[in-house]
T-cell receptor, first 115, second 114 residues
Framework: AQSVTQLGSHVSVSEGALVLLRCNYS??????LFWYVQYPNQGLQLLLKYTTGATLVKGINGFEAEFKKSETSFHLTKPSAHMSDAAEYFCAVVRGSSNTGKLIFGQGTTLQVKP | NAGVTQTPKFQVLKTGQSMTLQCAQDMNHNSMYWYRQDPGMGLRLIYY???????DKGEVPNGYNVSRLNKREFSLRLESAAPSQTSVYFCASSDAFGGLREQYFGPGTRLTVT
């Protein structure tokens, strides 16, 4: 069955530094992968998703993620962190088909941005 | 356009008490979902409603019931609350059912069962 693992429950970076949040997936079929962000005291919001096609996916707020089949990874990056990026980030995979499948979330990574 | 709204925002229950969490969306979405979020475990699907008039179990349905009251509203009921149900509960909706559809989340309900 499809699953995701996020490496590191907490990541701390300085403002202006590179953000790298790691996600590895397990799937016996071509995966559909997502990154969601949760700002403090809010619900989750879609950052970006990979379905098919281009392996480098661009999302909102300057984030992007690259699907690497050989490494079973879908890491999230942003070249320069901003204070407003402090939030919890969730990687997710669809378990089942694209029409009937459901989202399976990773454990989450809290991003702290230091001034 | 409020999106997905949830009530209440916070609730404290004693073991054995019952309560209903309310969720409504104003985006004319067909599908709605209930998740629980626990530290270190991400979000887990409790129940979902692919369309008005249907409901199905997710990963962790035990101890919960749901009602899709109409297209807008999807409620989650705890009949006899247990401390293991202490969690943050999120309602979400999507325009159609399927893993590729973007889900829109409410702000959550923080529930503590003592």
């Amino acid at each position: 069955a499809q699953s995701v693992t996020q490496l590191g429950s907490h990541v701390s970076v300085s403002e202006g530094a590179l953000v790298l949040l790691r996600c590895n997936y397990s799937s016996s079929v071509p995966p559909y992968l997502f990154w969601y962000v949760q700002y403090p005291n809010q619900g989750l919001q879609l950052l970006l998703k990979y379905t098919t096609g281009a392996t480098l996916v661009k999302g909102i707020n300057g984030f992007e993620a690259e699907f690497k089949k050989s490494e079973t990874s879908f890491h999230l990056t942003k070249p320069s962190a901003h204070m407003s990026d402090a939030a919890e980030y969730f990687c997710a995979v669809v378990r089942g088909s694209s029409n009937t499948g459901k989202l399976i979330f990773g454990q989450g990574t809290t991003l702290q941005v230091k001034p | 356009n409020a999106g997905v709204t949830q009530t209440p925002k916070f609730q404290v229950l004693k073991t054995g008490q019952s309560m209903t969490l309310q969720c409504a969306q104003d985006m004319n979405h067909n599908s709605m979902y209930w998740y629980r979020q626990d530290p270190g475990m991400g979000l887990r699907l409790i129940y979902y409603s692919a369309s008005e008039g249907t409901t199905d179990k997710g990963e962790v349905p035990n101890g919960y019931n749901v009602s899709r009251l109409n297209k807008r509203e999807f409620s989650l009921r705890l009949e006899s609350a247990a401390p293991s149900q202490t969690s943050v509960y999120f309602c979400a909706s999507s325009d159609a059912f399927g893993g590729l559809r973007e889900q829109y989340f409410g702000p959550g309900t923080r529930l503590t069962v003592t």
